[in-house]
T-cell receptor, first 117, second 112 residues
Framework: KAGVTQTPRYLIKTRGQQVTLSCSPI?????VSWYQQTPGQGLQFLFE???????NKGNFPGRFSGRQFSNSRSEMNVSTLERGDSALYLC????????????????FGPGTRLTVL | KNQVEQSPQSLIILEGKNCTLQ??????????LRWYKQDTGRGPVSLTI?????NTKSNGRYTATLDADTKQSSLHITASQLSDSASYIC???????????FGKGTRLSVIA
């Protein structure tokens, strides 16, 4: 079974530009979550999508947005880039939270390294 | 404020030795606690997931413990190998399947 894939792997942008990152989950997985990882803040939760609906959102400004398509593939968009947005952006997929019991294992992709100059 | 604190920040051990990493959290309500291993330049890999009612979970040479009363967890690595060199991240979820509060991680280096 193929793992989570993210494209592109590396990206260089300048301040003020916008960027779109893509994530393809493991086949059959319906939940996709996005995370930002920086040396100073560590991993931080951005948002989670399940069956095309945003189910949870972290504490990030509105410049960060995302969506999920009917095939569970997801994209996240960052507008008006700032230098502080330089980070590793990770996507993770999982099957479905079964409620009242076992949470699902999340499988992470390799990440997209974004550098904002 | 919901927080996850990990200690130590970094650790160097000799190959073959055991070690224990600590995680203290203040997240409430509590749903589950996860330990991840992250190699440099790669995404995290899940090691264990524990819910409120579980106090021990093993995955090969990795054993995680959870004390929900004191809000503490530990990850014990037995007979360390060079490939165990990585960052180990503790993550606590308030609910659902989404990890919401991350620790900063412990950087483990195993040397020959």
């Amino acid at each position: 079974k193929a793992g989570v894939t993210q494209t592109p792997r590396y990206l260089i942008k300048t301040r003020g530009q916008q960027v779109t990152l893509s994530c393809s989950p493991i086949s059959g997985h319906r939940s996709v979550s996005w995370y930002q990882q920086t040396p100073g803040q560590g991993l931080q939760f951005l948002f989670e999508y399940f069956s095309e609906t945003q189910r949870n959102k972290g504490n990030f400004p509105g410049r960060f947005s995302g969506r999920q398509f009917s095939n569970s593939r997801s994209e996240m968009n960052v507008s008006t880039l700032e230098r502080g947005d330089s980070a590793l952006y990770l996507c993770a997929s999982s099957g479905q939270f079964r409620g009242g019991g076992r949470p699902d294992t999340q499988y992470f992709g390799p990440g997209t390294r974004l550098t904002v100059l | 404020k919901n927080q996850v604190e990990q200690s130590p920040q970094s650790l160097i051990i000799l190959e073959g030795k055991n070690c224990t990493l600590q995680c203290n959290y203040t997240v409430s309500p509590f749903s589950n606690l996860r330990w991840y291993k992250q190699d440099t330049g790669r995404g995290p890999v899940s090691l264990t997931i524990m819910t409120f009612s579980e106090n021990t979970k093993s995955n090969g040479r990795y054993t995680a413990t959870l004390d929900a009363d004191t809000k503490q967890s530990s990850l014990h690595i037995t007979a360390s190998q060079l490939s165990d060199s990585a960052s180990y991240i503790c993550v606590v979820s308030e609910g659902g399947n989404t990890p919401l509060v991350f620790g900063k991680g412990t950087r483990l280096s195993v040397i020959a």
